[in-house]
C-alpha cells in the first residue's frame, strides 16, 4: 500500500522518505535542500528582473548572502519562541533545524529588517530595492512547501474534498486527536486523510508571484510590488493557517500567531498602497506646478 495517497486524484506515492543521501554518516535531508532550491530559485528571479529592469543587479547577490543567514535565523527563532515547549528542557534541539521548524513569519520579519538596514548602508531607496528582492520571496515559499510536504507535517484537518491527501498513519508523528477520529482503514493500514495545506499554499504563491511579475511592468509607485506581497501573502496564509493543524498558538488563548501576524500583514499593505500612492500624486502634483 502506498505511503502517501491523493486518492481522489489518483495520485500514489510509495515510500516517502525525508532522507535524501546519507554522506560520511550524515544524513541530508530533503526539508533543507527543498528550501535550499526555494532560496537559489528565488534569488535568481529577482536578480535576473533587476537586470532587465537595468537596476544594479550585483547588488541583489550582496543582500541575498546576508539575508540567507538572517532570515534562516528569523524563522527558526520564530518557531522556538512560539514553541518552546518542545525545547526547554533540550536547547540542542534549537540547532536542529535538518529535521523542520522554520517558521516562514520569522523569515520575512528578518528579511524587512535586513532590507532596512541594507538600503540605509548603501544609501539606496528602499522602495525600489524591495519591489524588486521581495519578487524572490513567493517563489522561494512556494517551492520550499513542499519540504512540509515530504515530513509529513503542516497538513489541515480531515476533508473529503477532491484534493484529500492520505498519509500512512504509522508515518506521521503528532497527529492531532481531531484527525484521529477520522481515521480511514484500507485493507488493514490506517491513514490520516487531510487537507494538504502545503500544497495549497504552495499554488496560492505560485498565483502570487505571477500576479507581481505582471504588476512590475505597469507599477504605479515604489513600494506597490512590497504591498501587494504583503496583501496577497496576508490574505492566503490567513485562510489557509485556518486549516492547518499544527498552529503555532500564542499563550493558552487559542489564537493561532500566523494569523495574527497575516492580519498584521494586510494592515501594512494596505497602509503602505495609501501613503505611497498619495505621495506619487503629490509629486505628479508639484512637477505640474
Not at 515510500?15 to 554518516?25: P, S
Not at 536578480?47 to 550582496?62: E, M, P, S, W
Not at 484537518?157 to 484529500?164: C, H, R, V
Not at 490567513?238 to 499563550?251: A, K, P
Request: net charge positive; aromatic share 14%.
Amino acid at each position: 500500500m502506498p505511503e502517501v495517497w491523493f486518492p481522489n486524484l489518483g495520485i500514489m506515492i510509495n515510500k516517502l522518505d525525508n532522507v535524501a543521501i546519507t554522506l560520511f554518516g550524515v544524513d541530508l535531508y530533503w526539508y533543507g535542500i527543498i528550501i535550499g532550491c526555494g532560496v537559489v530559485l528565488g534569488f535568481f528571479l529577482a536578480y535576473f528582473t533587476a537586470k532587465k529592469l537595468g537596476y544594479n543587479a550585483d547588488l541583489i547577490i550582496d543582500f541575498i548572502i546576508v539575508a540567507i543567514i538572517t532570515c534562516v535565523i528569523g524563522a527558526r527563532l520564530y518557531y522556538v519562541i512560539f514553541s518552546w515547549d518542545q525545547y526547554k528542557d533540550d536547547l540542542w534541539k534549537i540547532f536542529a533545524i535538518r529535521e523542520g521548524g522554520l517558521a516562514i513569519y520569522g523569515a520575512v520579519i528578518a528579511a524587512i529588517i535586513t532590507a532596512i538596514i541594507f538600503t540605509k548602508c548603501k544609501k539606496l531607496n528602499f522602495w525600489v530595492f524591495t519591489d524588486i528582492v521581495i519578487l524572490g520571496l513567493p517563489l522561494g515559499q512556494a517551492i520550499g512547501r513542499w519540504g512540509n510536504f515530504i515530513n509529513k507535517e503542516a497538513f489541515g484537518g480531515f476533508t473529503e474534498s477532491l484534493f484529500a491527501m492520505r498519509y500512512m498513519k504509522d508515518a506521521v508523528r503528532g497527529i492531532p486527536q481531531g484527525v484521529l477520529e477520522n481515521i480511514v482503514n484500507v485493507s488493514g493500514i490506517e491513514y490520516i486523510q487531510v487537507h494538504p495545506t502545503f500544497l495549497y499554499e504552495s499554488l496560492w504563491n505560485i498565483a502570487l508571484v505571477i500576479l507581481m511579475l505582471i504588476m512590475t511592468k505597469r507599477k504605479k509607485f515604489d513600494g506597490q510590488i512590497v504591498a501587494t506581497y504583503f496583501l496577497g501573502y496576508g490574505i492566503g496564509r490567513f485562510w489557509i493557517e485556518g486549516l492547518r493543524t499544527d498552529q503555532l498558538i500564542i499563550g493558552s488563548t487559542g489564537i493561532a500567531v500566523s494569523q495574527v501576524v497575516s492580519i498584521v500583514l494586510i494592515a501594512i499593505g494596505i497602509a503602505i498602497c495609501i501613503k505611497r500612492w498619495n505621495k506619487e500624486k503629490a509629486n505628479k502634483m508639484e512637477l505640474e506646478l
